[in-house]
C-alpha cells in the first residue's frame, strides 16, 4: 500500500505522544485523497481514534496508518516523508499515481483524470498554472 520514512515515522511518533499527553487519544495517522484541489485530488492527513470498517491499517515502527478502500487505489506505492529544512518543514507525500501536480504541492492528478477531463486547464488556484 505506502509506505513511511524514518523520519516520518519519528515524527509521527512524536506527535501522537504530544496529543496523549494533552489527553487526546490517537490510534494511527489516516491518509486520505478526496476530490478537491487545483489539480482534481487532494491528500488528507489527520489523526484517527479508531480504524474504521474496511480501511487498511499498516504499522511502520509503532504508527499506526489507516487508509480508506476509496483512497486506497490512489494511494498505491506512496511513500511519506517528514523534510526539515530552513525555509520549511513538513510531511511530503510521493505519488507514482500522479501524472500532474500543482505547484503548490497540495493537490495532483492521475493520467486517467488528464485523459478524460482534460487536466487542470490553466484554471489552478495556486498561481501555477497546474504543470
Known amino acids: 500500500m505506502l509506505t513511511l520514512t524514518e523520519a516520518a515515522t519519528r515524527k509521527l511518533n512524536e506527535v501522537i505522544t504530544q496529543q496523549g499527553e494533552s489527553g487526546a487519544s490517537a490510534f494511527g495517522l489516516r491518509v ?20 474504521d470498517e ?53 493537490s495532483f492528478e492521475t493520467e486517467e483524470k488528464a485523459e478524460t477531463e482534460g487536466g487542470c486547464g490553466g484554471g489552478c488556484g495556486c498561481g501555477s498554472g497546474g504543470h
Open 32 to 51: 486520505s485523497v478526496y476530490k478537491g484541489g487545483c489539480s482534481g485530488y487532494q491528500y488528507g492527513m489527520s489523526l484517527a481514534e479508531k480504524a
Open 54 to 106: 474496511g480501511d487498511w491499517v499498516g504499522e511502520f515502527a509503532g504508527v499506526r496508518v489507516l487508509v480508506d478502500a476509496e483512497s486506497a487505489p490512489l494511494l498505491e506505492g506512496v511513500n511519506i516523508d517528514y523534510v526539515e529544512t530552513l525555509q520549511a518543514s513538513g510531511f511530503t507525500i510521493s505519488n507514482p499515481n500522479a501524472a500532474r501536480g500543482c505547484g503548490c504541492g497540495k
